[in-house]
C-alpha cells in the first residue's frame, strides 16, 4: 500500500473528535493563533481547515456505511459534519475566549495595583482615622479575590468541556496556555499581597466562598463555551432555525445581571 494511500485508510477511519484533533495538533506546531492564521492567509491558494474538515469527515462517514441507502447515507454524513464543525467552533470559542478573559484580566490587575498603591500610600496613622478606610480596602481585597476565582472558574470550565468533547486533548495554543498561567500567578500574588496588607491593617477576614456559588459559575462558563460554538456549528450547515433556538436559549439568562463569585478566603 502506498503512503497515501494509507494516509487515506487513516483519514477514512477517523471519527469527527479524532479528524479535530489532528488538525489540532497540527495548528498548535505554529506556536499561537496569528501565526497559525497567518500561516493559512500565506497559503497559496489559502487554506481554509475547516473545509478540509467537513471533506474527510464526509469521507469518513461514507467508509463507514454498511446500507447504501441515500437517506442512510445523507443521516450519517449530516451528524458527522455536525460534530466536527462544532468540535472546530469549540476549539476556536475557547481560544478566543480565553485572548478576550486575558486582555481583560491584565487592565483589571493594573487598576487594582495602581488602587492599592494609593490605598496603601499614606502612613498607618493617617489611614486610622479614616473611618472608610477598612471598608474600602475589604471590597478591593475581595475584588482581587473575585478575580482570582473567576480565572480559576473559567480554567475549570475550560477543563471540563476538553474532557468532554475533545478527549482531554488542550483547546489553547502554546502561547495561550504560557500567558494564561503568568496572567493565574500574577492575579494570584496581587490577591496575596492585598490579604496581608488588608490583615496588618486589622481589616476583617474575606468571608470563604460558597462551594456551589463557585460551581455554578464553572458551569455558566462552560455553556458560554459549548452552546454558542453549537449555534455557529449549525448556522454554517445551514441549520439556521435550530441555531438560533440554541442561541436564544443561551442569551435569555445572560442578558440579566449575573452575581460575581464570593471571594475566596484567605
Request: net charge negative; glycine share 4%; hydrophobic share 45%.
Amino acid at each position: 500500500m502506498t503512503l497515501a494511500r494509507r494516509v487515506a485508510a487513516i483519514e477514512t477511519s477517523l471519527s469527527p473528535t479524532g479528524l479535530v484533533l489532528r488538525w489540532l495538533d497540527e495548528a498548535h506546531v505554529f506556536g499561537g493563533l496569528e501565526s497559525y492564521v497567518r500561516s493559512l492567509l500565506d497559503a497559496d491558494p489559502p487554506e481554509v481547515p475547516l473545509d478540509r474538515l467537513c471533506r474527510e469527515a464526509a469521507r469518513s462517514a461514507r467508509a463507514g456505511l454498511r446500507s447504501t441507502r441515500p437517506e442512510v447515507a445523507h443521516k450519517a454524513i449530516g451528524s458527522a459534519l455536525r460534530e466536527t464543525v462544532f468540535r472546530f467552533e469549540l476549539v476556536m470559542r475557547i481560544n478566543v475566549t480565553a485572548h478576550e478573559l486575558l486582555e481583560k484580566e491584565g487592565l483589571i490587575d493594573a487598576a487594582l495595583t495602581a488602587h492599592v498603591a494609593l490605598l496603601t500610600a499614606e502612613g498607618r496613622e493617617t489611614r486610622s482615622r479614616d473611618a472608610t478606610y477598612l471598608e474600602r480596602f475589604a471590597t478591593l481585597r475581595d475584588l482581587l479575590l473575585t478575580r482570582v476565582n473567576e480565572l480559576h472558574a473559567a480554567q475549570e470550565a475550560r477543563a471540563t468541556v476538553e474532557t468532554r468533547y475533545l478527549d482531554g486533548h488542550p483547546a489553547l495554543f502554546p502561547d495561550a496556555v504560557t500567558a494564561w498561567e503568568e496572567q493565574v500567578r500574577s492575579t494570584g500574588m496581587l490577591a496575596a499581597l492585598a490579604c496581608r496588607l488588608a490583615e496588618l491593617d486589622g481589616v476583617p477576614l474575606a468571608e470563604p466562598p460558597d462551594p456551589e456559588t463557585v460551581s455554578a459559575r464553572a458551569t455558566d462558563l462552560i455553556a458560554d463555551l459549548v452552546e454558542p460554538a453549537k449555534s455557529t456549528a449549525l448556522e454554517k450547515l445551514g441549520e439556521g432555525r435550530q441555531a438560533l433556538s440554541i442561541a436564544s436559549t443561551w442569551l435569555r439568562p445572560r442578558l440579566m445581571t449575573v452575581d460575581p463569585v464570593p471571594a475566596r478566603g484567605t
